[in-house]
């Protein structure tokens, strides 16, 4: 096999292997296997003259008749987009098969051949959006090995052309499986390790024994030290509906975990088990059922952060996401395999307990309020404590909100952690220190509501976050990881109270940083997490949008069909102007050829020229640019004659070069490469 076959074989493989996706995934059915089939070996038939010309006349016509191929094809594919396609994917496919197939068809160049093969991988693209099996991997890792065997073949017959030998490829094809194996080694390393290593420096983290701020599964009371506030952004909140409003409404959290056990250091969640929620046909899994109290979607875009808690405001109604959610029994949503970034909407119910509407929540049962008024032994002062805030109140709502005030009135909020020795974490915030951050806040008034014989527990999850105008989202960091309560209230169900003092730690983000932030959402949203779902949604606008400017022309079966006469006198008359404008073609002396019809060896000749100052004038034809050249630079002068001779037979005469022709070519063109000492003395005289 010569390497200029070997090519035209790559090329109409690679070509193959797109179809084959294309037809596997659904996209083209038997009939358009088939024609596409035919019109391959069609197209190999037409090319079978490539690298030998047939002729001036022959090749005018050619010429003639891929341009009304062209024509054809672009008004073929042009109406197949508008009025047939059932989508804007078909319509797309079926543009791409006619492209290639008119690409190879009318190859005049080995060039021609090369865009042909590379057009074929947007097949695969197209194939990849409604395919997901593994054939879909063994046609790019095919389209891979073709590809590269395809430009390595193309590279050494184009080089060997232009030195004007013939092309040696000894290994060629062991070479191109080389490459392309080792490309696949390469990718599929940076595939498995790329999407690791943002996951695999979070336990290093720990390792380093530093308090920074940050969302935990649990609370440990008891650390000494400084807490260091950390501003890195981990979720991005969009509000469609609330918009830049919603930053201000009171008491906005993302809720994450809940914790009911606790051991007197630390909380802990006692109940693991989670159950997945069902998903309806539209992607909706519902949590709960409304009561009556404000809606708040949200569009959450959540950077890893080490777990596979997701966050949401209460109460949570429902979830869309595209890997599997989880939920526990206190309302915890978790996914059982966390990605390295999640996108997710949420529909919430915010909590105004006081107004709230709708028939009241079910008692809790007797085994819930004895799990959530566990405590361990305490000391005489917490529950004495409790005891007088709380006395005189009609209800537990009422001792929550006593508790609450309390707490955030006579207490400090603060990030440095101290222990007084000998005293316990909780009676040392209270009585002793009387400062401490979130946890401490939310941990006393838990303990404080049991033993008053309210049911009570700890949350975990993100408070607040910063309006970002740019982007138009609440930018959430990890410096805003909170803890608060939930207390259960007879007739109201569980609702949040939050004793820590508000901070007004500056978050940090600053205008440019907030800017930058919002390029990162974008890029985000609009390239990594670019869903199937956000291309259907796409293409069902653009199609809505082209049937408001389509013109509202009858379709085709109602088109009234021609007959006989009519066929016939189209069909001359299409006739009539083929033969005139071939007659009119030959009665010109030389055609009209473009710039890609001038041999090779003629064109490197013109460039050997141009770069010592010798250029054809516009007016000047090839036989005056020889007389000039010989006339000024004699060194030149059986140089010039041979190659022009030689341009007149190949480009007008519809001739081929001897090998012996070719050799003498190669001879003047490396007179003219090696002749610079000539250049300069003939201009000095």
Known sequence: MTPLLALRVSAYLLVADGVATLYAAGLIGPLGLAFVAGALALAWWRARGLA??????????????????????????????????????????????????????????????????????????????????V?????????????????????????????????????????????SLAAIVITSALFFVIPRVGQASLPIRAEFRRMITGFTSQVELGAIGEIEADTTVVMRVSLPEAGAAASALPGLRWRGITLDQFDGRGWTASRPERRALRVSPTGFARVGAPRGGRMLTQEIFLEPIGTDVIFAAPRVLGVRLAAGVLVDDAGGLSVAAPATRLHYTVESELEFWERAAGPPPRPLEA??????????????????????????????????????????????????????????????????????????????????????????????????GEWNPYGEYLAVRLSDAHSWVEAWIDGAGWVTFDPSPRDERDAGGGRVGLYLDALRMRWYR??????????????????????????????????????ASFLLGLTAAVALVVAWRWRRGD??????????DVPDFYRRALRLLARRGVRPAPHETAREFCARVQAEIPAWREAAGDLTSAYERVRFGGSSLAPDERAVLAHSLSALRSSRDHTSSARSD
């Open 367 to 464: 085994a819930a309020r004895e799990r959530y008024l566990q405590l361990p032994p305490l000391g005489a002062r917490i529950p004495a404590l409790a005891r007088r805030i709380t006395e005189g109140s009609a209800d537990g709502g009422e001792s929550a909100r006593r508790l609450t005030t309390y707490l955030s009135r006579e207490l400090r909020y603060s990030l440095v952690q101290a222990r007084t020795p000998g005293v316990d974490a909780l009676d040392d915030f209270l009585f002793v220190r009387r400062s401490g951050n979130c946890e401490y806040f939310a941990t006393a008034l838990a303990v404080m509501l049991r033993t008053v014989g309210v049911p009570a527990r700890v949350v975990n999850g993100f408070q607040r």
């Open 526 to 563: 609009y390239v990594v997490n670019w869903s199937l779902k956000d291309q259907v949604d796409l293409a069902a606008s653009l199609r809505h949008t082209a049937r408001r400017w389509r013109p509202e022309w009858p379709t085709l079966t109602e088109w009234p069909r021609p007959n």
């Open 135 to 179: 054939s879909l991997l063994f046609a790019f890792v095919g389209f891979l090995a073709l590809g590269t065997w395809m430009l390595m073949l193309h590279h050494v017959v184009s080089e060997s052309e232009r030195a004007d030998q013939d092309p040696a490829t000894p290994g060629i094809f062991r070479l191109s499986v080389a490459g």
């Open 52 to 133: 030998s010309p047939r002729g001036a006349p022959r090749l005018t016509l050619r010429l003639r008749l891929d341009r009304v191929l062209v024509l054809a094809v672009a008004a073929a594919a042009t109406a197949h987009l508008v009025y047939v396609a059932e989508s804007a994917l078909d319509g797309f496919v079926s543009l791409l098969l006619l492209l290639v197939l008119l690409r190879l068809g009318t190859a005049r160049s080995l060039g021609d051949l090369r865009d042909a093969g590379l057009l074929s991988f947007f097949m695969l693209v197209a194939a990849s959006s409604v395919a997901f099996g």
């Open 587 to 596: 009665a010109v002396s030389a055609p009209r050829l473009g710039r890609r």
